[in-house]
C-alpha cells in the first residue's frame, strides 16, 4: 500500500520480497526475492538506495546496526525499531519514560509465573504476530505450553497483568528525522482471536482530555526513543477507580492495521506520511476529511464457495457506490487478512453497518440473508 | 495513475510501453516494451488479459477490430474510440446524434478554406495532440502550412469555425459495458498554449440547466456512441444573445487532464472508475468530497536551475500540509506535463492559490518573490 503514494509523489520503490508474486512483488516492479534475515541480501537489496525503510518488524537488529554501520540510511533505525522487536525492550522502554503500563515481569519458569500471580497474560519477547506468541494463563498448567514455547525458540518470555480493559484504542504518529512529528486522531479498535478486526476514526465518546494524552503519549515516545515513519501506540482503554486512563499495549513502528482508515479518511495516509517521513520531507495533514470513518478488515473464510473476493464486488460496489476496497492480492487461506473496506460518513451507525456489510459479504460471512 | 486504484481493487495491470522506464513502466512489474502500431505486439501483448483499455487514444482502429476479431475485449471499443482518434468522424457524430458544435467542413484545399471563410481554425483530423495538429488561420496565407501537413502526413484536414468562447469547461462521465453511467461535476478548465493548464471543480458560477446539459449532453454521447470506460466531452461556454449554451470542442476516451481533480476532490477517481467500467464493475460514486478542487498541472520549465521536481518538495509541502502532490516520474523538458498538484477546500480564493502556487513553485516561477 505503500506504492500507492510513492507513485503519486515519483518516489521510486525497490522491494525485497520473501517469495516470487507476494502482494507487494505484484505493483514494484523493480524487486529482489530473498530473505530478509540475511545480511547479504539485505546488503545487496539496499545498495543505491536513498534510505531503508519496512512494512514488518522481524528484520534482525544486528543486520540492521550492520546496514547502518556500512552508510545506509535505516529509518526507522535499528535503536528505535528494537522497540517494536522486542516486548521486553519495549516494557523497559515504557517504564524509563513513565509511560502508563500494565504491571509485568521477565519470567523464565514456572515458579516466576506463580509468584506474577494468575491471572496473567504471557507473551514472547519477540516474533510474536496477530495474536500469536500471546497465552492467557488463569492457571500453572496453562503456563507450561508458553515456557515450552520460549525455551524452544531462544526467546524470552514476558508476563503482564491481565488488563480489564473498556475497549482498546490506537494513536498514531509519524515522525521525520528532522523531528517534525503529526498525530492521527487516535482511534478505536475492535479485535477478534487477536487480529485487528475493525477500527472507528476518530474513538466514539473518547473524552478529549484522555485523546490529547494518548497523542502526547505517542509523539513523547517517537520523540524519546527516535522513531522515524509511523508510530503505532496501541493502548487499553481503562477505568480506575471511575475515571478513564489509558495503558500502552503494542508498539509498532510502520504503517499499521489500526491507520487502514486513514487511506480515505485522512487528508493524507499513514502510507504517505511514512514514506515523508523516513524521506524526511514535510508531513502531509494527518487531519480527518469525515466525521467517521470506519475500517473493516477482509478475513479469509473458512467456506470453500467463497472462491475469489473479485466474486464479492458485483454486489458490494452496487450496493454501496461510495465504498473504498482495499484487496492484498493475497490467496484466501481462512483467518488471512486479504483486504479492507473503509467507508465514511456523518452518521457513525450508518458507515458502520456499510462498512460491516461490505467486509462481512467479501467474507461470505452474510450467506443468503444479505439484500 | 490508474495504477494505484488498480492496487486497491487488486485488479493485475500488464502494460505495453513505448519504451523502458516510461512513467507507467517504473511502476507495472508485467510489462512489455514494444510498438502499439504493430499488430502482432498488441497480439502478444493482450494475450489472456480479460480486457484492454488505453491510456491513449493513437492505437491503429483497424488494429483494435482485428484484437476484437480475435475475441479480446476492447474498451472502449474501436467503434467508439475512432470519434476520439478522428476530428471529422466525430463532427459527423455530433451532427447525427443533434449535439450543439461550432460550424464546420472538410477542406481540402486554400479554395476550401476561403469557401469556409476566415477567421476559422483547421485541425487535422487524426494525430493531434496537446495543441499540436491544430491552427488558427486568419488569412489565406496562414492556412498554407496546415494543409501541407495533412497532405504530408496523409490525414483529411477539418475547418471550425473560431468560437468566441467565454471559457472551456469539460463534461466526464463513466460507462460500463452494462449500459450503468456516472457523471462527474462539469469543470473549468484554462488552457495554455493548448495545453490544459487549470481545472476548477466544479465550475464557478455556472448555471445549474447549462451544468445539467452538459452532463445530459456527454451521458448521451457515451450512450450513443457505445463508450466504456471515462468519457470527457469538452466544452465551450459561449453566449448566444446573452443566454449561456455549450458547444463540443473534442472528445476523449480515457482518463483525461480534465479530471486529474478527482483523484483527491471526488469519492472515486477518473482513474478507478475507467479501470471498474470496463471491468464491467458497478461504479463508483463520482461526487465531490470538497466545495473546491483546484488541480494545476506542473509543466517542464526552461530555465535550467529548475534540476529536479522532487527540489520542489521541502518548501511546498511545508507551505500547504493539505496539498497533494502527483509527479509523473518524467525528465523534465521545457512545456512537458511532468505532474500535478491539487488542492480542495472552502474557499475558492485561497483553493487557487494554494495550487498556483504550487504548481509555480515546481515549475520554478516563483523566482526570489515566493515566500
Redesign the interface.
Known amino acids: 500500500?505503500m506504492?500507492?503514494p510513492a507513485?503519486?509523489?515519483?518516489v521510486?520503490l525497490r522491494l525485497l520480497a520473501e517469495a516470487e508474486g507476494v502482494s507487494a512483488?505484484?505493483?514494484?516492479?523493480d524487486?529482489l526475492v530473498g530473505d530478509y534475515r540475511d545480511l547479504a541480501t539485505l546488503t545487496r537489496v539496499t545498495e543505491g538506495c536513498a534510505v531503508v525503510t519496512f512494512d514488518h518488524e522481524h528484520v534482525p537488529t544486528e543486520h540492521l546496526h550492520a546496514l547502518e554501520d556500512a552508510g545506509v540510511a535505516v529509518r526507522p533505525g535499528p535503536e528505535a525499531l528494537v522497540h517494536a522487536q522486542d516486548k521486553i525492550v519495549m516494557r523497559e522502554a515504557m517504564a524509563r519514560l513513565g509511560a502508563p503500563q500494565p504491571r509485568w515481569a521477565v519470567v523464565a519458569s514456572a515458579a516466576d509465573v506463580a509468584e506474577f500471580g494468575f491471572p496473567c497474560v504471557l507473551k514472547v519477547s519477540r516474533g510474536g504476530y496477530d495474536g500469536r506468541g500471546v497465552w492467557v494463563v488463569r492457571e500453572p498448567a496453562d503456563a507450561e505450553e508458553p515456557l515450552a514455547a520460549a525455551e524452544r525458540s531462544g526467546v524470552r518470555l514476558l508476563a503482564e497483568e491481565l488488563v480489564d480493559f473498556r475497549r482498546e484504542l490506537s494513536a498514531l504518529v509519524a515522525r521525520s528525522p528532522s523531528g517534525q512529528a503529526?498525530a492521527y486522531p487516535v482511534v478505536a479498535t475492535t479485535q477478534l482471536d487477536g487480529i485487528c478486526h475493525e477500527v472507528i476514526a476518530p474513538a466514539p465518546g473518547l473524552d478529549p482530555d484522555l485523546a490529547g494524552q494518548a497523542q502526547q503519549l505517542a509523539l513523547g515516545v517517537a520523540g524519546e526513543l527516535g522513531v522515524t515513519g509511523m508510530l503505532a501506540v496501541e493502548l487499553f482503554e481503562v477505568d480506575v477507580d471511575g475515571t478513564p486512563g489509558i495503558l500502552v499495549n503494542e508498539l509498532a513502528m510502520r504503517p499499521h492495521n489500526t491507520g487502514h482508515w486513514s487511506q480515505d479518511g485522512a487528508?493524507?495516509s499513514q502510507f504517505e506520511n511514512h514514506l515523508?517521513a523516513v524521506l524526511d520531507?514535510?508531513?502531509?495533514?494527518p487531519?480527518p476529511?469525515a466525521r467517521w470513518t470506519v475500517m473493516v478488515n477482509i478475513l479469509g473464510s473458512a467456506r470453500e464457495d467463497v472462491g475469489h473476493?473479485?466474486d464479492g464486488?458485483?454486489h458490494a460496489?452496487?450496493r454501496d457506490?461510495?465504498?473504498?476496497?482495499?484487496?492484498?492480492?493475497k490467496e484466501l487461506r481462512p483467518g488471512r487478512k486479504v483486504?479492507h473496506v473503509n467507508a465514511y460518513g456523518e452518521e457513525l451507525d450508518e458507515v458502520l453497518e456499510r462498512a460491516r456489510h461490505a467486509a462481512g459479504w467479501f467474507r461470505g460471512d452474510l450467506g443468503d440473508e444479505s439484500e
Open positions: 500500500m506504492a500507492q507513485i503519486a509523489l515519483g521510486p512483488a505484484q505493483v514494484i516492479p524487486q503529526a487528508i493524507t515523508r520531507l514535510p508531513l502531509g495533514s487531519a476529511r473476493l473479485y464486488y458485483p460496489l452496487a457506490p461510495r465504498l473504498r476496497v482495499h484487496l492484498y492480492g483486504g
